[in-house]
């Protein structure tokens, strides 16, 4: 039973990776949709490309934060399935009303809120939580303040050029700045995943008493357990490769009610201010990677939105559709966390 657990554990969490592609699309694609630098299939096929190269570029710096959310030798296999289940649904549910949600916070909310049904608030590992919880605030601020004044410099120094060679410009530029961006969006995004996966190998080994010797090469899970806390040191090249084929083929479907959302309704955006607002969005995330920060990429790129819309009047910002997308943030994670817990009751009945 325990294996098979695991089996189906790897297979949603790999579905989640998925959604969280086609959901989190709008995040990589939406300003340079917007402003038509490409089309829609176009820009999916870009954003899907970076998505995958991140698996080159970036180490377990976040999945290795997101395993340790809760302590991995004090769950069972069904505190994950729960979890993930959790994040599926809140997932698909926020992408059918068009809401561009965290799906990392959906995901570490529901491994958070099935742990703590499982052994209490003790199992959770606190800091990690408040670093996430911190983030919620921190990511979209840093990216509005980044966005805001890497717009202002560049009007600056544009002030004299020539409008429509500017824009052509621009639009090559937000190439570049999108790819970016995309490659933050794999990096961060696809290791949540990878994270999730490798506690529940962990889990399993835990439980069936089996070394991480005696399994077979595509189980080898290297970690340490340090002062009660474990550590990743290694995963199979499989795991990451899987989570960034999922994250980049989910991308390639496109999530085009959140792109409309993202790159119409909170401000209009403009080829010069689409390149100010994914590079302020990729900063953030390579940034927060180096720190070990799993963050909102959604967060991110709406905060910089803003930040490019703020640039020009306070009045260019839809502030009506940013509120009902902070009452989404703040949810998140609790109604992540609750459903979580109530799937772990009712699946601990028959697992």
Known sequence: MGFTLLIVIIILALVFDYINGFHDAANSIATVVSTKVLTPFQAVVWAAFFNFLAYWIFNLNVAD??????????????????????????????????????????????????????????????SV???????????????????????VIIVNICRYA?????????????????????????????????????????????????????????LHVDY???????????????????????????????????????????????PLEGVAAETAGAITLFMTEHFKIPVSTTHTITGAIIGVGLSKRVSAVRWGITISLLWAWILTIPVSATLAALLYFILSLFL
């Open 129 to 151: 939580i408040g670093k996430v919880a911190a983030f919620i605030v921190l990511a979209p601020i840093i990216g509005m303040v980044m966005a805001y004044f890497i717009t």
């Open 162 to 218: 020539n409008p429509s060679k500017a824009e052509w410009w621009f639009k090559k530029l937000q190439l570049v700045s999108s790819a970016l961006f995309s490659l933050g969006h794999g990096g961060n995004d696809a290791q949540k995943v990878m994270g999730i996966i490798a506690a529940a190998v962990i889990v399993y080994l835990k439980d069936a008493n089996l070394s991480v010797d005696t399994m077979s090469a595509w």
């Open 224 to 270: 340490t357990v340090l002062n009660g806390k474990v550590k990743i040191n290694h995963i199979p090249e499989w795991i990451p490769l899987a989570c960034y084929t999922a994250i980049a083929a989910g991308t390639m479907s496109g999530g085009w009610k959140i792109v409309k959302t993202m790159g119409t309704k909170i401000t209009k955006v403009t």
């Open 65 to 126: 934060t997101v395993a340790k959310t809760a302590d991995t030798m004090n769950i069972n296999l069904v505190v994950i399935l729960a979890g993930v289940i959790a994040a599926i649904c809140w997932n698909l549910l926020t992408w059918w009303y068009g809401i561009p949600s965290s799906s990392s916070h959906t995901l570490i909310g529901g491994f958070a809120g099935a742990a703590i049904a499982h052994g209490g608030l003790d199992v959770v590992n606190l």
